[in-house]
């Protein structure tokens, strides 16, 4: 469901962002996105190997 939500939503954001600013502001904030969810991916990670170990 979580899929199906985000293709449903994920292009509404984008013609939003475009309509109000630009492709550049666009790509930039996919990529400030992909940082901050590879950052809290690294952070659980870290927490469920010291939680193992």
């Not at 550049?24 to 809290?40: C, F, K, Q, R, W």
């Amino acid at each position: 469901m979580s899929s199906t939500f985000a293709r449903a939503i994920g292009p509404l954001v984008g013609g939003v962002i475009v309509e109000q600013g630009s492709y550049d502001t666009l790509y930039l904030s996919a990529i400030g996105v992909l940082i901050v969810s590879l950052i809290i991916l690294r952070l659980g990670y870290r927490e469920l190997i010291h939680r193992y170990d």
